[in-house]
């Protein structure tokens, strides 16, 4: 895109499922140099006893969940600052899930940068180190129609990435599916997939856990789930989806915010069957193509679902979830689409 050819970006967002790699992907397709200072945030270790113990006696009786992504980030600065060195200025800079930098980084960054914005992709309860960097941010977007009852947010979805992907390779199916193992949401997934199970489908359903132990359970309990170990790249992961002809998305209920799995569906024209009934309230949904599952449905009601022909998007609306026009909007770039929650989930403020 002509409008950011060589214009400087500094991303910041945490390496889980490579995620970040999409983001730089997306980033240079669209012509932007980036100067990255995503870090690992997985792969932390206490340096003693003492620090573990400190962190669980803040969780137990502080009700502070936030201690150790603190410790995480000052773990990283060193990294960051190094990375920021000699750096003069650059034309914008994005904060994805900002509760993991200090604010020592993101004051540096915003001396450095143009415009800086940040993006807060969980919801703000579930992460609440997030309230206090809000006012650091020219501007500050979440994505849980909830969160915007918070002073100084903005509204915007999740998106689509829309640079060229080559799916070759990638084994092809009529369901997809691939999640965390959370065991609150695990019951919901065994009853669907055993359901589905009845419909002679080529399911390609994937729950990813670092405990090797429950593989067994699993597969016992529903067939059709695969127990994963290793995380798929991102970059694989929407292949897989592309190659597919149904994405399953079965929501977090600790915050009522879209999904990537929604918008990935937009993005490559399939169907989605999905747990989050504030789905209902976008201006993409369309019964024809998304199915969001009740308390009670038979194999019947979804083979019903899956019959019904795809019906394409409007091509407006479909531009106005992709990455391009996400990025455009988050910095207030002329010619962007806006990008509204629905009003009716939120009170205004």
């Not at 915007?148 to 640079?163: E, K, Q, V």
């Amino acid at each position: 895109m002509e409008y950011f050819k060589e214009k400087k970006i500094i991303l910041a967002i945490p390496q889980s499922f490579s995620l970040h790699e999409a983001f730089i992907k997306q980033l240079e397709s669209l012509g932007l140099q980036i100067i990255d200072i995503s870090y690992i945030v997985d792969n932390f270790k206490y340096k003693n006893l003492q620090q573990r113990l400190y962190n669980s006696f803040r969780k137990l009786f502080l009700k502070d969940y936030e201690y150790k992504n603190t410790l995480k980030a000052k773990l990283a600065e060193d990294k960051i600052q190094k990375a920021l060195s000699g750096i003069d200025k650059v034309d914008y800079a994005l904060f994805i899930r900002p509760d993991f930098y200090t604010f020592d980084i993101i004051e540096k960054v915003k001396k450095i940068a143009d415009k800086t914005v940040g993006y807060q992709w969980d919801g703000l309860n579930r992460f609440p180190n997030a309230y206090s960097r809000i006012n650091l941010f020219e501007r500050f977007f979440v994505f849980d129609p909830e969160d915007l009852r918070a002073s100084g947010t903005l509204p915007i979805t999740n998106f689509y990435f829309d640079y060229s992907l080559d799916e070759n390779g990638a084994a092809a199916s009529d369901v997809f599916f691939l999640a965390t193992y959370i065991e609150s949401r695990m019951e919901e997934i065994y009853k669907f997939f055993n359901t589905v199970n009845l419909l002679s489908l080529n399911v390609n359903a994937l729950i990813y856990t670092t405990k090797e132990e429950i593989a067994d359970y699993v597969h016992k309990v529903c067939p059709s789930l695969k127990v994963i170990t290793n995380t798929i790249p991102y970059d694989s992961n929407l292949k897989l989806a592309k190659r597919s002809n149904i994405i399953i998305d079965f929501a977090h209920n600790i915050h009522n915010g879209l999904s990537l799995r929604v918008f990935e569906a937009i993005g490559y024209d399939k169907k989605l069957i999905t747990t989050n009934k504030f789905v209902r309230d976008y201006d993409f949904y369309n019964p024809a193509n998304i199915l969001v599952l009740e308390d009670e449905y038979t194999p019947e009601s979804i083979k019903e679902f899956i019959e019904i022909p795809y019906e394409p998007l409007d091509s407006q609306v479909k531009e106005k979830y992709g990455f391009t026009n996400w990025i455009k909007y988050l910095f207030n770039i002329e010619g962007h689409i806006p990008i509204e929650l629905p009003v009716a989930m939120h009170k205004t403020l």
